[in-house]
């Protein structure tokens, strides 16, 4: 991967954004929609929520 100079200074000014409050949180997302339905599968939770199955399932494991 190549980058031109200005996407490379444009990188170097980057700030972390890690724990900046987020408007819409993927695990939070999780976790309504598997309070509002516990028989929900991965896949129909990954579909709803537009990310992996990994994703997911790292959500569920870890945070969950």
């Known amino acids: 991967m ?3 100079i ?3 200074v444009r990188l170097k000014k980057r700030e972390p954004v890690e724990n900046e409050p ?4 993927p695990r939070d997302s999780v976790e309504t929609l598997i309070r509002e339905n516990r028989r929900i ?3 129909e939770l990954s579909g709803i929520l537009h990310i992996s199955d990994g ?5 569920i494991k870890q945070h969950l």
């Open 41 to 43: 599968t991965v896949r």
């Open 55 to 59: 994703s997911l399932k790292t959500i």
């Open 6 to 8: 200005s996407g490379a």
């Open 22 to 25: 987020h408007e819409r949180r």
């Open 2 to 4: 190549f980058l031109s």
